[in-house]
């Protein structure tokens, strides 16, 4: 699973996508962040100072920085969805199959074209933080909590999750016998009081205290000037959303949302619960707006292993035909998230074929599954 899916994101960073818009936007913020610590960007991208802090630190200089940091993550971010989609009971092909669509996304995508994002690091603290809740793991946990909300304000989600999951009953109520075949997730040990708290603080004040720093660093707590970080009042515009923006939102998970939808709310205690996480996330958007597609992106752990259920059904089938079938589903969700930052193929009417033909093939083996199983099932 580690060389293919290294093998996976590298491929797309060296050979499926080109960089473009490096310090266009908020990227061009985090790259001045990553050169001088006493930057301030507008908020709430000022108060991102992971990445920028890391990739700063790069001998190849913030670009480079910047790169190494985003390919690394990805790959570390799949291997770790990997690792929770087998906690939650999936065989490992369509684990393994969930994770590499993962990687070639249209918020993977977005990313390889555009690595001075500080995404990556947020969907591996975001990777890291499921699979220790499911597995049990608190301070792995707390620790991608921490990192996460340094990285970007998304990680602060995470905590509401944990309250979500903790109360967990020490055995789930299981997999539905249609679903995942193999065992339910290992539920959260409830943790002593005093971690409920450290859930809490700890993130909050890390974020405090980088706030604190960075403020001070560029003068502002002296000067009082707070209202030079004002954002952008692009990002509080409502509206509808024009084709192009549209395609980029399907785009970021393409046929894997129609999949997902189908299995919700999901086969086990823990992702039901884990559900809060979702709803959050696209609360987002109420206040987040000019960028839908990399908001919903970090929908991943909600998203994957939820589509993967109907991979899983058809590749743990005996019959041949079957997991060619589950195969080639996994092929038309790739051809369905086809971004529209894929700029490699061209004209825009290639990427928008590709897209309607992976979402009807997709929709068409999961409908021709569903009939099949019962005719099965009754011999």
């Not at 920085?65 to 390919?71: E, K, M, S, Y």
């Not at 035909?321 to 061209?346: D, F, I, K, N």
Request: aromatic share 8%.
């Amino acid at each position: 699973a580690t060389l293919l899916v290294s093998a996976v994101v590298l491929g797309m960073h060296f050979f499926g996508t080109e960089r473009a818009g490096l310090l266009k936007d908020d990227a061009g913020e985090y790259v001045e962040m990553a050169e001088s610590g006493r930057f301030l960007a507008r908020l709430p991208y000022t108060f991102r100072v992971l990445s920028p802090l890391l990739a700063g630190g790069w001998p190849g200089g913030p670009i480079a920085g910047f790169t190494v940091l985003t390919v690394g993550s990805l790959v570390l971010a799949s291997l770790a969805l990997y690792a929770y989609q087998r906690v939650l009971g999936l065989g490992w092909p369509a684990a393994l199959a969930g994770s590499i669509l993962f990687a070639t996304s249209g918020g993977a995508v977005r990313l390889l074209t555009t690595p001075t994002y500080v995404d990556a690091v947020s969907y591996l603290a975001e990777a890291v933080a499921f699979l220790a809740l499911a597995s049990g793991w608190f301070w792995p946990f707390l620790i991608a909590v921490v990192l996460g909300t340094l990285n970007r304000e998304t990680g602060l989600l995470l905590i509401p999750l944990y309250f979500a999951v903790r109360s967990t009953s020490e055995r789930p109520d299981g997999v539905r016998p249609d679903a995942v075949a193999g065992s339910a997730p290992h539920p959260p040990t409830v943790a002593p009081r005093y971690t409920a708290t450290l859930v809490v603080l700890l993130p909050l004040g890390a974020l405090t205290a980088a706030a604190l720093l960075k403020l001070w660093s560029g003068g502002l707590l002296a000067s009082g000037a707070l209202a030079t970080l004002a954002p952008d009042p692009r990002a509080f515009r409502q509206g509808i959303l024009p084709l192009a923006d549209l395609f980029d939102l399907f785009s970021t998970f393409g046929a894997l949302w129609l999949l997902a939808v189908r299995n919700l709310p999901g086969p086990t205690d823990f992702q039901r619960r884990a559900l809060v996480f979702g709803v959050l996330v696209v609360l987002q958007l109420v206040i987040a707006r000019g960028d839908e597609g990399r908001v919903l992106s970090h929908l991943f752990p909600i998203v994957v292993p939820l589509a993967m259920l109907e991979v899983q059904r058809l590749l743990t089938s005996s019959l041949p035909r079957h997991q060619a079938l589950g195969a080639l589903l996994v092929l038309a969700c790739a051809a369905s998230m086809v971004h529209a930052r894929w700029t490699l193929l061209e004209p825009a009417t290639l990427r928008y074929a590709l897209v309607a033909s992976g979402v009807v093939v997709a929709v068409a083996i999961t409908t021709l599954a569903g009939w099949i199983r019962p005719i099965v099932g009754a011999r």
